[in-house]
C-alpha cells in the first residue's frame, strides 16, 4: 500500500477533536473555536449545547456557510429548538453530533470545497 500525506489547499485543517481538545493543523486547543477552511476563531464563548442562545451561532453564521457542523463535546447533545431554527430560517442547514464525529464531517466537506463552517464546544 502507497501512503501519501497530502495537505488540502485551504489554510485550516483539523486533524481531530474529542470532548476536552481538537488539533487544527499543528495546534492543540483545548477551548471551544470556530473553524471554516480559511478562518479560525479561537476562544469562541460558548460551551454548553444546552444553554446556546440563537446569538451564540452569530459568529459561524457570519462566515456565511451552507452548512453548519456543531461539535457539542464527549456526546452528542441537541442545543435548543430556537438554535436550531435560527439557522433553518437563515438557509443554513445544520448537523448537530459529538466532537468526534463533528471533525471527521467538517474535514471531509472542507476537502471537498463545500462552504462549511464548525463549532466545537470544549470545556
Do not use: K
Amino acid at each position: 500500500m502507497h501512503l501519501l500525506l497530502e495537505r488540502p489547499d485551504y489554510r485550516y485543517f483539523l486533524r481531530g477533536a474529542d470532548g476536552g481538545s481538537a488539533l487544527v493543523n499543528d495546534r492543540r486547543l483545548t477551548a471551544s473555536f470556530i473553524i471554516a477552511p480559511d478562518t479560525l476563531l479561537e476562544d469562541w464563548s460558548a460551551q454548553d449545547a444546552r444553554r446556546l442562545q440563537p446569538a451564540d451561532l452569530d459568529p459561524l453564521l457570519a462566515l456565511q456557510p451552507e452548512l453548519l457542523v456543531l461539535g457539542t463535546g464527549p456526546t452528542q447533545v441537541f442545543p435548543p429548538a430556537a438554535v436550531l431554527a435560527g439557522c433553518l430560517q437563515r438557509g443554513v442547514g445544520i448537523e448537530v453530533m459529538d466532537n468526534a464525529a463533528a471533525a471527521r464531517t467538517y474535514s471531509i466537506l472542507a476537502g471537498e470545497g463545500r462552504r462549511v463552517v464548525a463549532g466545537f464546544l470544549l470545556p
